[in-house]
């Protein structure tokens, strides 16, 4: 493919890039036991918080910023050049969501999601988060019906304390990794989910994350619990203003589901990636893991990351429980100068326990994007079944895509697949469109969407319909 | 000729037409193959293209589609009057020519009823006609199926995957009859084709003759012409046509082999298919 069609792919629109004025409630730069103490405070933390942050800091001052093993390259972060605690201010406690400022309203408007329940067409409740806190939460009388908690994580910590204990760090300990020993130590909002024994959730629960003020890392943290039986599908999107200087985002994401329950989480990330010559964009450093506890539960993550300069992301299982099921399914789309280093690991303990793996993974421009999968299979771990694909797409000859497979088994019964495939759209391919009638830019599109099709399918209908749009837009001018 | 009036400009003017395949790389030459290639092909007539292997049947197919990799030194190329080399391929396309590949390309995850119909209504918008929604589609693909023998189970299987040879070509006579084109160049459409399979192509590509489209058939054999009857066969050797006559020509290469024309026809000029211009003088490379 000619050099000029890379060129455009890289100058690609990015429309989520806006800011929103407002009046903002922010701590100054730098990260310390007081800023941390400040944080906890602003929240009304109880005691047992404030020292659980405590000691992650501790732990996390011993650690290192991890630049070895992953196949990302970037510059030393400076942690005291960055604000940990950034909210618009409003009223301390809205009585419903009419009170919530008309500016954040519009701000969530024009990122196409709609606060207002009485435009409840997609049956999705919403939970807003703003920077560091969470704005809106919707439909949370209705769930309540159901004796379902969905709500800010904050807002957790009064309404179901033991819960909050007894589950956070179960399954991402503090010190489990650099970011998410930093993440444990200043984390501010990110939802939580309690879904009691029995109850399928009537209605999709979302969160969509928003990075408005500058300077600012984003570090939220989300706890997802289903009860023997339960089920829900919960998904989140994500954007943030253009900017020339890179910022953080590191969040934990934990999981968990007991006894014959189900969670589907899906994520469509397309934070702000960056200029074409690698200025600005998210440094996306994120720890998800779900720990499928119960026997015959499952965890299944679907992914569609398009944003971010930077993305370090291996949304995990760990199937304990006998015969649970745990699935990752993956697109992830590197353009411009973006770098991508995700996967998963899928951890079977359990007898009789199953994964899948289905990973496509997209470069065009000077992407870079590496699929990084481990498959470990314990001792106990009899009948336990692994099968993995990873499929690479190159678009024009700049861009790079590296596959990492881990394969631990210790289990004599356990069957393992593997497969990987790179291909490149190649010419012959878009002629082959082109003398049928179809632009080429339409050709791309539809090589990209079959390419991607198995995972797509995956997500729900509303979503896959914005996932596949997006792709569009992220490869927009990817030919000539 | 056949049908029309002599007066009248033909569909597709080929004049003095010299093309080079780039190089792959960076550095290197173009290689000439089309040296002085004239023909004139009028709305309803099947021409048969003939040649030897490397004398630039291909080439021509793919020269006239636009596909990458070729450059046009010199000579024209006219389409219904327009310039034929100034378009984009789906520009071409969407003007009413059509190739049918000589090897069709698989699009893995695209399902061959999609693909169609988004090439169906790609060429209906240009043309100002409404786009046809699933359903409609559906019904006129289906009509068109029949005339190829393509069963239902292979429309949702993703575009020429695992085809076998014979699929593959009834599918790229079916793209041809649901995108209706007024210029249809068909390359080797014969080759791997088993004798059952060649009778399905060539009665789906007859009953898609018609007196406003023309054809260009291009084949390596004879055995392709005992079904689909061209009104005229032209001989390519070397990049330039060196012998045209009526169908009763393809018979006699067949018996007598390509050398006789190579031999024959180099030393004298060109037979012409319209004869609207002179003999070719050595063309100056633009």
Redesign the interface.
Known sequence: MPNETVEQLARREYKWGFTTPIEQDVVEPGLSEDVIRLISAKKGEPAWMIDWRLEAYRRWQKMEEPHHWANVRYPAIDYQAIRYYAAPRQKAKLESLDELDPELRRTYEKLGISLDEQKRLSGVAVDAVFDSVSVATTFKKELEKHGIIFCPFSEALHKAPELVQQYLGSVVPQGDNFFAALNSAVFTDGSFVYIPPGVRCPMELSTYFRINASETGQFERTLIIADRGAYVSYLEGCTAPQRDENQLHAAVVELVALDDAEIKYSTVQNWYPGDAEGRGGIYNFVTKRGKCAGRRSKISWTQVETGSAITWKYPSCILLGDESVGEFYSVALTARRQQADTGTKMIHIGKGTRSTIISKGISAGHGQNSYRGLVRIQKGADGARNYSQCDSLLIGDECGAHTFPYLEVANPTAQVEHEATTSKIGEDQLFYCQQRGISEEDAVNMIVNGFCKRVLRELPMEFAVEAQKLLGVSLEGAVG | MTRESASERPMLEIRSLHASAKPSGSSGADTPILNGLDLSIRRGEVHALMGPNGSGKSTLAHVL?????YRVTSGEVLFEGRDLTAM???E???AGV??A?QY???????SNM??LK??AN??RA?RGQEELDAIEFLQLAREKMKLVEIPEALMSR?VNEGFSGGEKKRNEIL?MAL?DPRLAVLDETDSGLDIDALRIVASGVNALRGPERAMLVITHYQRLLEYIVPDRVHVLSGGRIVRSGGKELARELEAKGYGWVAQGGESRAPKRAAGERGPDGPEAAA
């Not at chain 2, 589609?65 to 990799?69: E, I, R």
Request: glycine share 10%.
């Open positions: 589609a636009g596909k990458p990799g984009t391929p789906e071409r396309a969407r059509f190739l590949f069709p390309v698989e699009i893995p995850g695209v999609y693909f988004q090439a790609a060429v240009s993703a793209q995108l």
